[in-house]
């Protein structure tokens, strides 16, 4: 895939960045991020830095992110233990 230009305006001012990526996930992650934005503690604009928003907010979507990774990694474990006990089960119920 081709990189393309990608433009997005947030807090008045207008981000650019090469991506390789689908334009419906690029859109996708900017949507996210700004979601991610205004859900979070109300803090006035004009006393933080946007630099310093778009920071914050990519920390809560990394900290969401390793929560998400950490519980897949427990269902996944929880899954293959279930099945290691079917298969037994199975086993056991052929001999």
Do not use: W
């Amino acid at each position: 895939m081709q990189d393309r230009l990608v433009r997005f305006h947030l807090f008045g001012q207008e981000f650019t960045f090469y991506s390789d990526a689908p334009e419906e996930e690029v859109e996708s992650a900017i949507a996210l991020l700004r979601q991610e934005l205004e859900s979070g503690e109300k803090l006035s604009r004009s006393s933080v830095p946007s630099s310093k928003m778009l920071v914050l907010g990519c920390l809560r979507m990394a900290a969401k992110y390793v929560h998400l990774n950490r519980d897949f990694s427990e269902f996944r474990q929880a899954q293959e233990c279930a099945i290691d006990r079917l298969v037994e089960k199975v086993s056991s119920g052929l001999d």
